[in-house]
């Protein structure tokens, strides 16, 4: 019987414990005894960092509390047959194991979504069966210890050369300064003041994506499903919000049809209501999209961070906004992560960064955490005189992609009434792009020299 190998080994045997215990799960095994004896063997190795022998054994079973007779009279007789057999081979064992666990998590990856299917009360969520299936099927001994530095030198060569897949924009600064778009497994935010532009950006951005052939998930937090995709309407039939309300019926299924054919990309938008919404409901929605739509979205925008919720953090306990906001921030990243995404969000300015022209990664509201946890992080700004020029700044704040020195402020062209960004002339940047922009600010007053006074 495999479970009685398992065990013994595990007790006996110091290189094959050590190669197989952090990969095994008691739920694995299915008989009462035996996962008594494996959680007995377990602790004795996790606390004193050594096999345990037959009488540690036998002292920790009589400490088991609620543990009935019948079940000490049988891991009792488990750890009695603890005997080694010298002829096994541990690779074949350490194999044999490895299929054990992986037989035993489908088992019971099988058993606990036929659970929830037969949920009368509907108390567990059946959106959460494809995670459970999948973490099932992905389990395996993972055989790497980490990287040599001069036996993986081919590999690492490979990987300097290798060719990032990213989601390109539509916007040749930022293609630039992010070496060619975002890629996967990374959080993205934008910074800004109220009415600023943050949705805007994100909706240029997420249009951009659909035109370009790309499948984008859109979740709103702020604004209802209906207004999100009116911007990006505007933005792609290339008319103003007032000539859309105008535009009838047959010409706007026309036009939608047309644009239809002209990208392979999807656009789904999904509303949830402001700060009761977190990772776990993202994850949920991700599994059915996939399977109720045949749904798999190259890039994921939230709109936005700061009033979603957190999974680990319960609404009104005593964190402050520095841990809850970063506890956000790190479990988005986890979601971009588990699902080899890029996904962008934004975040707003403090009071005084809605009125610096030079705003910073201190002007972050709430949590500075978000700045630590973000993969890349820029600021809009808005002033009177930009606005006369329908232009929007943008200035780098973090960026794990390239130079954030190289490129560190730019503009770039806004059209509010077609919610859209686009290129400007390359002169429109000359003087600004690698300048200090300093205003009437504390900011400015540190900087206050000869050289600088044409900034003042």
């Known amino acids: 019987m495999i479970e009685d190998l398992v065990l013994t080994n595990l007790a006996i045997n110091e290189g094959y414990s050590r190669r197989v215990l952090p990969f095994l799960d008691p739920e694995y095994f299915h008989a009462k005894s035996y996962k008594i004896a494996f959680k007995i063997i377990k602790s004795h190795i996790d606390k004193y960092n050594e096999l345990p022998s037959r009488s540690s054994l036998l002292v920790d079973l009589q400490n088991v509390e609620s543990i009935s007779e019948q079940d000490y009279k049988e891991t009792e007789k488990l ?204 994850r949920v929605l991700l599994n059915e999209l996939k399977i109720k739509k045949s749904f798999i979205p190259d890039i994921v925008y939230i709109d936005y961070l700061n009033i979603c919720s957190s999974a680990r953090v319960k609404p009104g306990s005593n964190m402050n906004s520095y841990g809850y906001i970063k506890s956000i921030a790190e479990e988005l990243r986890g979601l971009a992560v588990e699902f080899a995404i890029p996904v962008v969000s934004a975040t707003q300015t403090t009071r005084s960064g809605y009125t610096s022209t030079d705003v910073g990664l201190e002007d972050t509201s709430e949590s500075f955490g978000l700045p630590a946890t973000a993969d890349f992080m820029v600021a809009l700004i808005r002033t009177d005189e930009l606005d006369e020029l329908g ?66």
């Open 79 to 282: 750890f009695d047959g603890l005997v080694k057999d010298e002829d096994v081979d541990e690779d074949w064992l350490v194999d044999t194991t490895e299929k054990f666990c992986q037989d035993k998590a489908i088992y019971n990856a099988l058993m606990k979504s036929i659970e929830i299917v037969d949920d009368k009360a509907g108390q567990l969520s059946k959106g959460s069966i494809p995670k459970i299936l999948t973490d099932a099927l992905s389990v395996s001994f993972d055989g790497s210890v980490g990287h040599d530095f001069f036996d993986d030198y081919e590999k690492r060569f490979d990987f300097y050369h290798r060719t990032e897949e990213r989601i390109p924009f539509d916007l040749e600064y930022l293609n630039l300064i992010t070496n060619g778009g975002f890629p996967k497994k990374t959080l993205n935010i934008f910074l800004a003041g109220t009415n600023v532009g943050k949705s805007l950006a994100m909706c240029h951005c997420a249009a951009s994506n659909l035109a370009d052939g790309k499948n984008v998930l859109y979740i709103t937090l702020e604004m209802a499903e209906e207004r999100i995709s009116e911007r990006i309407d505007v933005n792609l039939l290339d008319i103003s919000m007032e000539d859309l309300q105008d535009l009838k019926k047959e010409t706007y299924f026309s036009r939608m049809e047309s644009l239809r054919k002209k990208t392979s990309g999807r656009l789904v938008v999904k509303e949830y209501p402001t700060s009761t919404a977190n990772a776990n409901h993202f």
């Open 391 to 456: 232009q929007l700044m943008v200035k780098q704040l973090k960026n794990r992609y390239g130079d954030p020195s190289k490129y560190k402020r730019f503009v770039v062209g806004v059209d509010m009434y077609k919610m859209r960004l686009y290129d400007v002339e390359n002169t429109a940047n000359d003087d600004i792009i690698d300048s200090p922009v300093f205003d009437k600010t504390n900011t400015a007053e540190k900087f206050n020299m000869d050289k600088f006074k044409d900034f003042m």
